[in-house]
């Protein structure tokens, strides 16, 4: 039997008061709708559509051709969201698992059970279900007296006897498809909140379908993100359950509380991370590496034996051995070879250094290739803009630059260079040479006595 997921993307997310759509705002830098469509396609679900609406070039920019698109241009509801999917799905033969786009913790474990349980107990509708401490703003589960549901209640709608249930409706649901879209057409609006609730086809079904219900017991993983206060909530989850994955791996965690790592990162055993330590995107960390404290690594790639402190990297590489940081910047494919020393207030962009290359204070070095053993004195600069266009610095190997060096590009200095601390370099050093470009130093003997005027006693 064919299984189906629709999954409800297309509302405002009023209550999260944010510019994006809430589907695609982030839990540790993910839009939420990925952590849907990731796991739906590590699941027994064999074609997904997303209905989407509010933004929806946002969602469709994110998702692309991993699902199929319903759309639906008015907010009236997710009974009248999931009536949108009909054309495409309403036809089709099998089971639907119905998603909410709010819930990024629900797993492809969790999918599989649901799929399962609505299989072999013959529901032709299962509504899942978990029991909540604090079960506000969710839909309550009304059961007759046989403990059979019967229906669900917003909590718009809800008597203040009926606010006290605690079983609530998680927004999941398995269900016969083309008996759900027979049901969708028959929703009315409710007419307090003027919306098609989806909630209503318990009711319509109860009487004469087959409804049951499956409880899910881990509440965490069900919960459905409508403001900030949720997303801060979820992130909590889920970095503490990545960090716990990763200590047991061998990962050393210095106030793991305080870490957070994305979904993605791979992370070797033997690594250590030190406190304030973010690491996200497609990063990944091999054995031996050192990183933070105070650290925020997006995209990066760090070598074996790397240490990392008070720095930031992002969408670049680091090879074996060397030190980035205190107070370095690495960024938009900054490659830096093996048994080199980034330092402090060094920026680096869009540059390759080659091995032992050592640039210890304030530089910036931006589209640049360097090459191995080349010293870049405190203060050096690749002046690679001239307020128009970007220019190219390329130096070899073997190179001194001395402190307070402006090296103008395009420029090119060729191996065995060494250039004199204070020049300003403007035309190409020939392999071997000694450069100094700065004015000469006239020294005016016994004339100092006529600019520096003896102070007041007493004074400042
Ligand atoms: C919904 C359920 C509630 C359940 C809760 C679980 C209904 C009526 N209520 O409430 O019973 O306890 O989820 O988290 O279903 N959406 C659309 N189009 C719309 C409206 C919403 O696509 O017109 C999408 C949203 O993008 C969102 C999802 O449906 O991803 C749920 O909408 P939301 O407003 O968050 O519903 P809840 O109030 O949380
Ligand atoms: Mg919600």
């Known amino acids: 039997m064919a299984n189906f997921a629709l999954v409800l993307a297309a509302g405002k997310g009023t209550r999260m008061r944010t510019k994006l759509p809430k589907c695609a705002f982030p839990i540790l830098k993910k839009p939420m709708i990925e952590y849907i469509v990731e796991n739906l396609e590590a699941s027994e679900i064999d074609e997904s559509?997303?209905?989407?609406?509010?933004?929806?070039?946002?969602?469709?920019?994110?998702?692309?051709?991993?699902?199929?698109?319903?759309?639906?241009?008015?907010?009236?509801?997710?009974?009248?969201?999931?009536?949108?999917?009909?054309?495409?799905?309403?036809?089709?033969?099998?089971?639907?698992?119905?998603?909410?786009?709010?819930?990024?913790?629900?797993?492809?474990?969790?999918?599989?059970?649901?799929?399962?349980?609505?299989?072999?107990?013959?529901?032709?509708?299962?509504?899942?279900?978990?029991?909540?401490?604090n079960p506000q703003g969710y839909g309550r589960i009304l059961r007759d007296q046989y403990g059979r549901i019967k229906a669900i209640k917003?909590?718009?709608?809800?008597?203040?006897?009926?606010?006290?249930?605690?079983?609530?409706?998680?927004?999941?649901?398995?269900?016969?498809?083309?008996?759900?879209?027979?049901?969708?057409?028959?929703?009315?609006?409710?007419?307090?909140?003027?919306?098609?609730?989806?909630?209503?086809?318990?009711?319509?079904?109860?009487d004469t379908y087959k409804v049951g219900t499956y409880a899910i017991r881990n509440q965490e993983r069900v919960m459905g993100i409508n403001d900030l206060v949720a997303v801060s909530e979820a992130e909590k989850i889920l970095r503490n359950d990545i960090n716990r994955a990763l200590m047991l791996k061998g990962v050393s965690m210095i106030n793991p509380e305080t870490i957070t790592i994305g979904h993605n990162v791979k992370i070797e055993g033997n690594v250590t991370i030190n406190p304030n330590t973010t690491i996200t995107g497609s990063s990944k960390i091999s054995e031996g590496a050192i990183i933070g404290p105070n650290t925020e690594i997006h995209n990066g790639i760090i070598h074996e034996n790397v240490e990392v402190k008070h720095s930031l990297i992002f969408d670049s590489e680091v090879h074996t051995r060397t030190t980035i940081g205190p107070f370095a910047h690495l960024r938009n494919n900054a490659n830096i070879g093996r048994d080199n020393r980034v330092g402090n207030f060094v920026e680096i962009?869009?540059?390759?250094?080659?091995?032992?290359?050592?640039?210890?204070?304030?530089?910036?070095?931006?589209?640049?290739?360097?090459?191995?053993?080349?010293?870049?004195g405190s203060g050096s600069v690749t002046v690679n803009y001239d307020g128009i266009n970007k220019h190219k610095t390329v130096i070899g190997n073997d190179v001194f630059i001395g402190c307070n060096t402006n090296l103008i590009a395009p420029i090119k200095i060729e191996d065995n260079v060494f250039i004199a601390a204070g020049s300003t370099v403007t035309k190409d050093i020939p392999k071997g040479a000694l450069a100094i470009a700065r004015g000469h130093q006239i020294n005016k003997e016994d004339y100092a006595k006529n600019l520096i005027k003896p102070k007041p006693k007493n004074s400042d």
């Open 49 to 133: 559509f997303l209905v989407v609406g509010h933004e929806k070039e946002v969602i469709i920019d994110l998702i692309g051709e991993r699902v199929q698109y319903a759309f639906q241009e008015e907010q009236l509801g997710t009974g009248h969201a999931a009536l949108m999917a009909k054309s495409l799905l309403g036809d089709k033969k099998g089971t639907t698992l119905i998603l909410l786009g709010d819930m990024p913790l629900i797993d492809n474990e969790i999918i599989n059970k649901i799929l399962s349980t609505h299989e072999k107990s013959n529901n032709d509708l299962t509504v899942v279900t978990s029991t909540f401490d």
């Open 154 to 206: 917003e909590e718009k709608n809800a008597t203040e006897q009926e606010k006290q249930i605690n079983e609530i409706n998680t927004g999941i649901y398995a269900v016969n498809n083309r008996l759900l879209f027979e049901t969708l057409n028959k929703i009315e609006k409710d007419p307090l909140k003027q919306e098609y609730y989806l909630t209503d086809i318990v009711e319509l079904l109860s």
């Open 349 to 376: 962009k869009k540059s390759t250094t080659k091995a032992n290359t050592k640039m210890s204070h304030l530089a910036y070095i931006g589209d640049s290739e360097v090459g191995s053993n080349v010293n870049f």
